[in-house]
């Protein structure tokens, strides 16, 4: 990491996009040595082709016009790319920021600087048709979402009564939407398994919660921090998460059995611009710490009792208006007696009333459903926090969707969305969020409905009728929810969270109104949405059936007898037996029966998927069983 950061370069921007401004930006850098266009698909991967500097600049304007060409089988969208129409365009995105992505193991030995590759993000294009994948999806709802708020606005001017800095539409210039993701990650050294029960305690005494870093996970957050802030992501801090332990140093001198969980915040930015801020935070990330000889991980949950990766996802609006003056329209004109405007208050509830369609978007893989249980301030119910007074913002971390405000900064008025996690598609996942946030700032304009009307509407009781929140839910707590009500009081409350992928994508079927709420009945944009969960069900099941019951199969086997019979008590005794039955039960098949393992598989073959997500769910918890008794019965042996 010894290089001059001062003679690289990181960032294209959008007004530089002409072919001479590039050109001659490429010229002065020739470290940066190739050229690869972005595209990503519906699995949430990112295209990445290698394109000599040569060939790029040869024929920039062609490429820039009419991209590269590639195949349905090298991107994940299926129904839309079949292999008997696989043609698929990679369009560059001349709107947002190219970055430029430096390989540190590679060092170009005419500049002593790493090799860069020009990465610009891209649509994709199928048939020379139509545009499909994450980035049209994000670009096609907040592009509606703005129609849609400003036609909302017109129809009822009476809104600018509660409304902070702004009188009238007619004062409106354009709106802006502004969205930021926060990355928590988990990096350790290379083959270091995981101690589960020192990582439980320092976790629960808050040992490594905003700790100093030290060694060479220090060394690695501080190189990328510095590097971040070269491509102008304005990095307002990194610090230690909650999870992990303290690293050790070896004979060697080194640090080794390094294990801890790492956050990284930067200022927000539009939405399409914030998802592509995002992945290439990713890609800094893996690279510089890989660097450092340290492997980083985003799954949402790496290892089961301990704390798992989230992705808080930020959503805001503002409006700029003609005379230059710049407001959020979340804001209420009477700041010190009421929590947001009329829109502010409508997004939220938009977002509560249609959370379950919004949620396929956010959870689809296994890891995701590990993280979303209760503790760990992983949000399982659908329901908000605004402060338990105008004065005392909120800070209930038990809550999905939770209310940000700074008194001294009326521009920094947000929603913080706490589900998802570093694997969500970030771009499917805000612009399902905008869609269903313009559903309820419909409702509640056209309602007529004041600030304190509103904030008793999301206060309400389960039995009270409502304008538009279900009679039978609440939406608002300032309690830890975990705490304060019962499991089956949170399930009544607040809804039966899903368990499974397989649960969370019926949601697309069982509430094909609000699914139109997001798609508005397009056909490309409900082709996206058949296309994505295509995809993600068949990760879900073939994951399950080929890595996540293997992987299972191989921990019952590891669970071994252990004892003499000689040296045991009774007490070994007792507690190796409940393990063996439960293994057996678990993974041993027989004539008269197959165990729980093989009834998953078969199930899965069958294509038999509310069985397998039943299945599944036993098979976790019998796991997380048999992990206690196994630890049970091995603690008691000498």
């Given amino acids: 990491m010894r290089f001059d950061l001062d003679k690289m370069l990181f960032t294209i921007r959008p007004e530089e996009h002409d072919p001479a401004t590039i050109r001659s930006l490429l010229e002065k850098h020739p470290e940066v040595k190739f050229v690869s266009l972005t595209g990503v698909d519906l699995a949430n991967h990112s295209t990445d082709e290698k394109i000599p500097m040569r060939e790029f600049i040869d024929n920039i304007e062609k490429t820039l016009k009419n991209g590269v060409q590639t195949d349905g089988s090298s991107v994940a969208l299926p129904i839309i790319a079949a292999l008997s129409d696989a043609r698929v365009d990679i369009i560059p995105d001349s709107n947002v920021n190219w970055y430029v992505e430096y390989n540190f193991h590679n060092v170009d030995y005419k500049t002593d600087l790493p090799v860069g590759t020009l990465r610009i993000p891209s649509f994709l294009r199928h048939n020379n048709e139509k545009l499909v994948g994450s980035r049209e999806f994000n670009n096609r709802c907040t592009q509606w979402f703005k129609e849609g708020v400003m036609e909302a606005l017109n129809e009822n001017p009476d809104v600018f009564n509660y409304i902070d800095g702004v009188d009238s539409p007619d004062e409106i210039e354009s709106l802006s939407l502004t969205s930021a993701t926060e990355l928590e990650f988990w990096v350790k050294t290379p083959d270091d398994r995981a101690d589960r029960a020192q990582l439980f305690t320092s976790q629960e005494l808050k040992e490594q919660y905003w700790k100093r870093t030290v060694g060479?996970?220090?060394?690695?957050?501080?190189?990328?921090?510095?590097?971040?802030?070269?491509?102008?992501?304005?990095?307002?801090?990194?610090?230690?998460?909650?999870?992990?332990?303290?690293?050790?140093?070896?004979?060697?001198?080194?640090?080794?059995?390094?294990?801890?969980?790492?956050?990284?915040?930067?200022?927000?930015?539009?939405?399409?611009?914030?998802?592509?801020?995002?992945?290439?935070?990713?890609?800094?990330?893996?690279?510089?710490?890989?660097?450092?000889?340290?492997?980083?991980?985003?799954?949402?949950?790496?290892?089961?009792?301990?704390?798992?990766?989230?992705?808080?996802?930020?959503?805001?609006?503002?409006?700029?208006?003609?005379?230059?003056?710049?407001?959020?329209?979340?804001?209420?004109?009477?700041?010190?007696?009421?929590?947001?405007?009329?829109?502010?208050?409508?997004?939220?509830?938009?977002?509560?009333?249609?959370?379950?369609?919004?949620?396929?978007?956010?959870?689809?893989?296994?890891?995701?459903f590990a993280r979303l249980k209760p503790g760990y301030e992983a949000p399982v119910c659908i329901v908000t926090s605004l402060g338990r007074t105008v004065e005392d913002p909120s800070r209930n971390r038990t809550v999905l969707a939770g209310l940000v405000r700074d008194?001294?900064?009326?521009?920094?008025?947000?929603?913080?969305?706490?589900?998802?996690?570093?694997?969500?598609?970030?771009?499917?996942?805000?612009?399902?969020?905008?869609?269903?946030?313009?559903?309820?700032?419909?409702?509640?304009?056209?309602?007529?409905?004041?600030?304190?009307?509103?904030?008793?509407?999301?206060?309400?009781?389960?039995?009270?009728?409502?304008?538009?929140?279900?009679?039978?839910?609440?939406?608002?707590?300032?309690?830890?929810?975990?705490?304060?009500?019962?499991?089956?009081?949170?399930?009544?409350?607040?809804?039966?969270?899903?368990?499974?992928?397989?649960?969370?994508?019926?949601?697309?079927?069982?509430?094909?109104?609000?699914?139109?709420?997001?798609?508005?009945?397009?056909?490309?944009?409900?082709?996206?949405?058949?296309?994505?969960?295509?995809?993600?069900?068949?990760?879900?099941?073939?994951?399950?059936?080929?890595?996540?019951?293997?992987?299972?199969?191989?921990?019952?086997?590891?669970?071994?007898?252990?004892?003499?019979?000689?040296?045991?008590?009774?007490?070994?005794?007792?507690?190796?037996?409940?393990?063996?039955?439960?293994?057996?039960?678990?993974?041993?098949?027989?004539?008269?029966?197959?165990?729980?393992?093989?009834?998953?598989?078969?199930?899965?073959?069958?294509?038999?998927?509310?069985l397998v997500s039943e299945l599944e769910i036993e098979i976790q918890k019998k796991t997380e069983e048999l992990r206690k008794l196994y630890r049970t019965y091995t603690k008691n042996l000498f």
Wanted: charged share 30%; net charge negative.
């Fill in 216 to 368: 060479p996970v220090g060394t690695a957050l501080e190189e990328t921090l510095e590097i971040l802030d070269r491509y102008g992501f304005e990095v307002e801090m990194g610090h230690k998460e909650v999870g992990g332990i303290r690293a050790k140093m070896g004979n060697s001198g080194q640090y080794d059995h390094i294990m801890e969980q790492l956050e990284i915040d930067w200022k927000f930015s539009s939405p399409i611009q914030a998802c592509d801020n995002e992945a290439q935070v990713k890609h800094i990330v893996r690279d510089v710490f890989r660097a450092n000889n340290l492997e980083v991980t985003f799954l949402a949950k790496p290892m089961d009792g301990v704390a798992g990766n989230g992705e808080h996802t930020h959503l805001g609006m503002t409006a700029k208006l003609k005379n230059g003056k710049r407001v959020n329209l979340f804001v209420p004109k009477d700041r010190e007696n009421e929590f947001m405007s009329p829109v502010g208050f409508g997004a939220l509830m938009g977002l509560l009333r249609n959370y379950e369609i919004l949620n396929p978007f956010v959870s689809a893989t296994h890891d995701a």
């Fill in 407 to 610: 008194s001294s900064n009326p521009l920094a008025t947000r929603f913080e969305l706490r589900s998802p996690n570093p694997h969500s598609n970030t771009y499917l996942l805000v612009g399902a969020a905008y869609m269903l946030m313009l559903d309820g700032i419909k409702a509640a304009l056209s309602a007529g409905k004041t600030p304190k009307e509103l904030e008793a509407s999301i206060s309400k009781k389960a039995g009270e009728e409502d304008f538009y929140l279900e009679k039978d839910r609440e939406y608002r707590s300032e309690e830890n929810v975990f705490e304060f009500y019962t499991p089956e009081e949170r399930e009544k409350l607040f809804g039966k969270a899903p368990a499974t992928v397989w649960e969370n994508f019926k949601a697309l079927d069982e509430h094909p109104d609000m699914l139109k709420k997001i798609t508005k009945g397009d056909p490309v944009m409900e082709l996206i949405v058949k296309s994505f969960r295509e995809q993600l069900t068949t990760k879900w099941y073939t994951e399950l059936h080929d890595r996540q019951i293997p992987n299972t199969m191989d921990f019952v086997r590891r669970c071994t007898k252990q004892h003499v019979e000689t040296d045991a008590t009774d007490f070994d005794i007792m507690n190796w037996r409940r393990v063996d039955e439960l293994r057996k039960y678990m993974g041993k098949d027989y004539l008269e029966s197959l165990s729980l393992l093989s009834r998953a598989q078969i199930a899965i073959d069958e294509k038999d998927f509310d």
